[in-house]
């Protein structure tokens, strides 16, 4: 009976591990297709200012410096979660 308790808590916390992991995810290429007016799935400089906390955190951002975060760079950043909470 234990093993069973066991074995469902186990379950329990992968699904709750997979959903978070998810959401942010979606958080992420939410933010992208709101922000990315010209639709190239990346949102430069010129788009970051319709939003003052992610132009605020711009710089940290774009890792690479080519002026345009990309998804990567925003599943890489650990600022996303704080943009998303300011919002």
């Known amino acids: ?3 069973f308790v066991f074995m469902g808590l186990m379950f329990a ?3 709750l591990l997979q959903s978070i992991a998810s ?3 979606y ?3 939410d933010l992208i297709a ?4 010209d639709e190239d799935g990346m949102i430069s400089i010129r788009e970051a ?3 003052p906390n ?3 955190a711009f710089g940290k951002i774009d890792s690479n410096g080519d002026g345009k975060i990309s998804a990567e760079e925003l599943s890489e950043s650990s600022l996303i979660k704080q943009i ?3 919002a």
């Open 13 to 15: 916390g992968i699904v």
């Open 34 to 37: 709101e922000m990315d007016l």
């Open 49 to 51: 200012v319709a939003d």
């Open 27 to 29: 958080a992420q290429s």
């Open 23 to 25: 959401s942010e995810a």
């Open 1 to 3: 009976m234990k093993k």
């Open 84 to 86: 998303d909470k300011k």
């Open 54 to 56: 992610l132009l605020a």
